[in-house]
T-cell receptor
Framework: DQQVKQNSPSLSVQEGRISILNCDYT??????FLWYKKYPAEGPTFLIS?????DKNEDGRFTVFLNKSAKHLSLHIVPSQPGDSAVYFC????????????FGKGTHLIIQP | DVKVTQSSRYLVKRTGEKVFLECVQD?????MFWYRQDPGLGLRLIYF???????EKGDIPEGYSVSREKKERFSLILESASTNQTSMYLC??????????????FGAGTRLSVL
């Protein structure tokens, strides 16, 4: 049973526009959420995170929104740039990072010139 | 910068062989993890360790074991490699401490092919 779901395998966005990547979760014990970015043949790199006590976290062009009642989070990238083309993974943890992360299947973001 | 180093980028092994995947981190992190990534399945946790000589099963531990004799090194062992273990293997580490600030840092991955 998939506890973290990214329902869009791919997303195509024009350069300069906003990219919105979505993630849903089912485990109400999750209290920490992260987004990772992955290029081919490289390991995932940390992008941004949010604690369940917040509903928004912003870092430069990247903003993550958390809606706990809907068990939904989203990553906004504004403006989108060609270097943002990558696979984005949503991840969640419950009760402490030492237990490992539960990942979604990823969304392949393609930024078109 | 945190550096997580996986000893091999590519490995080709035969069915039945014993395979060792090595991972070293240089930031004195408490926690270390092994994941595998498969197309359409995302990253799945195999084993993790929160201290030297400690290990915990993740979501898919069958067919694998781990060893953590030193804080900086975490090894994944395939006792008898099988073709369904062909995958990208990713090692990660995290500092530990406050759960809502604990970020995992990943190595570049080892692409293992079992023939």
């Amino acid at each position: 049973d998939q506890q973290v779901k990214q329902n869009s395998p791919s997303l195509s966005v024009q350069e300069g526009r906003i990219s919105i990547l979505n993630c849903d979760y089912t485990n109400s014990m999750f209290d920490y959420f992260l987004w990772y970015k992955k290029y081919p043949a490289e390991g995932p790199t940390f992008l941004i995170s949010i604690s369940s006590i917040k509903d928004k976290n912003e870092d430069g062009r990247f903003t993550v929104f958390l809606n706990k009642s809907a068990k939904h989070l989203s990553l906004h990238i504004v403006p989108s740039q060609p270097g943002d083309s990558a696979v984005y993974f949503c991840a969640a943890s419950a009760g402490g990072g030492a237990d490992g992360l539960t990942f979604g299947k990823g969304t392949h973001l393609i930024i078109q010139p | 910068d945190v550096k997580v180093t996986q000893s091999s980028r590519y490995l080709v092994k035969r069915t039945g062989e014993k395979v060792f995947l090595e991972c070293v981190q240089d930031m004195d992190h408490e926690n270390m993890f092994w994941y595998r990534q498969d197309p359409g399945l995302g990253l799945r946790l195999i084993y993790f360790s929160y201290d030297v000589k400690m290990k915990e099963k993740g979501d898919i531990p069958e067919g694998y074991s781990v060893s953590r004799e030193k804080k900086e090194r975490f090894s994944l062992i395939l006792e008898s490699a099988s073709t369904n273990q062909t995958s990208m293997y990713l090692c990660a580490s995290s500092l530990g401490g406050r759960a809502d600030q604990d970020i995992q840092y990943f190595g570049a991955g080892t692409r293992l092919s079992v023939l």
